[in-house]
């Protein structure tokens, strides 16, 4: 289930999945695509928001969000919306998990937040078509950092969207739960540099939730496209 593209590039990584939307809006006449932020995919962005696609059928969420505002500097709907929706990509319909971030962030303001989130899910095509992961040196994914508050709830919750307080990083999270992940009909993983490389093939010698990315890709229910530069 899973294949691994050693040389890997924005602009490839862009074409494989834009080919996989336009196969999903063929047969479906629509697609769902959720993406990481971060600094890592903002090349493969601005390569996939030139793809030849039919924009105004496709549904963009997030893989994971910072509880921020949508203008601080660590938003991610921020940075999707900078370098993914523009041009003929700015039709695709982005569905942020929440519009207003809450001042404190204890688990019922943040219960909340996820109820906000996950009855804003249901206007997105499910499941998703392509979900896009990236990976952290400590093995995380999405926002599923082990050992933090939230991450046992979301590896196991049969709902969308989970909350999760990293130890580790700034900013509580909202996150696809790892059931929603593996639901979609494909997985795209990125990894960049010798040592994310490394902590990848630790993590690809067996399942084990401390190192959270090994659950993805140990696991027979979705193919998983791993692209490595």
């Given amino acids: 289930m899973t294949t691994e593209h050693p040389i890997a590039t924005p602009p490839a990584i862009a074409a494989h999945i834009a080919n996989a939307l336009r196969r999903a809006i063929a047969e479906r006449g629509q697609a769902s695509l959720a993406v990481s932020g971060g600094k890592s995919p903002v090349a493969m962005f601005e390569a996939l928001r030139r793809q030849p696609l039919d924009w105004a059928k496709l549904h ?108 580790t990083a700034p900013h509580a999270r909202l996150t696809l739960t790892l059931p929603s992940l593996l639901a979609a009909r494909e997985l795209v993983l990125t990894i960049s540099g010798e040592k994310k490389l490394a902590v990848y093939r630790r993590a690809a010698q067996k399942a084990d939730a401390a190192l959270p990315v090994s659950l993805v890709i140990h696991q027979a229910q979705t193919p998983l496209s791993v692209w490595m530069s």
């Fill in 60 to 167: 963009v969420v997030l893989v994971d969000e910072r509880v921020v505002p949508h203008d601080h500097a660590d938003s991610n709907t921020a940075l999707v919306r900078q370098y993914l929706l523009h041009g003929a990509a700015a039709a695709a319909q982005c569905v942020p998990f929440f519009d207003h971030a809450p001042r404190e962030f204890h688990p019922p303001a943040l219960d909340a937040l996820v109820a906000q989130a996950n009855a804003r899910m249901v206007s997105v095509p499910w499941p998703l078509d392509v979900a896009v992961l990236g990976m952290g040196e400590d093995a995380h994914t999405a926002s599923l950092f082990p050992g933090a508050p939230g991450t046992a709830e979301a590896l196991q919750s049969t709902e969308r969207v989970a909350w999760v307080v990293p130890t």
